[in-house]
């Protein structure tokens, strides 16, 4: 049986460079963000310094988000 689209996003984003980040705390935002690419959710917790993948860095820049 072939992989979903989610499962070969989540191999293909383990494979890419990481980016370190953080996202501000932000007043009446909640605690984390979350980021979907072809349905595989990533969940970032913000004013943490943390690692993501290089797609998922992207997303957060083009939302004007970091």
């Given amino acids: 049986m072939g992989r979903n689209k989610p499962d070969e996003t989540k191999s293909a984003l383990k494979d890419q460079k990481r980016v ?3 996202i501000p705390a932000v007043p009446g935002e909640g605690p984390q963000v979350e ?9 970032i917790r913000r004013g ?7 797609s998922v860095a992207e997303v957060l820049r083009q939302a004007d988000i970091v």
Avoid: S
């Fill in 48 to 54: 943490a310094d943390v690692e993501v993948p290089q």
């Fill in 35 to 43: 980021v979907c690419i072809n349905g595989y959710w990533t969940v």
């Fill in 20 to 22: 370190r980040l953080n």
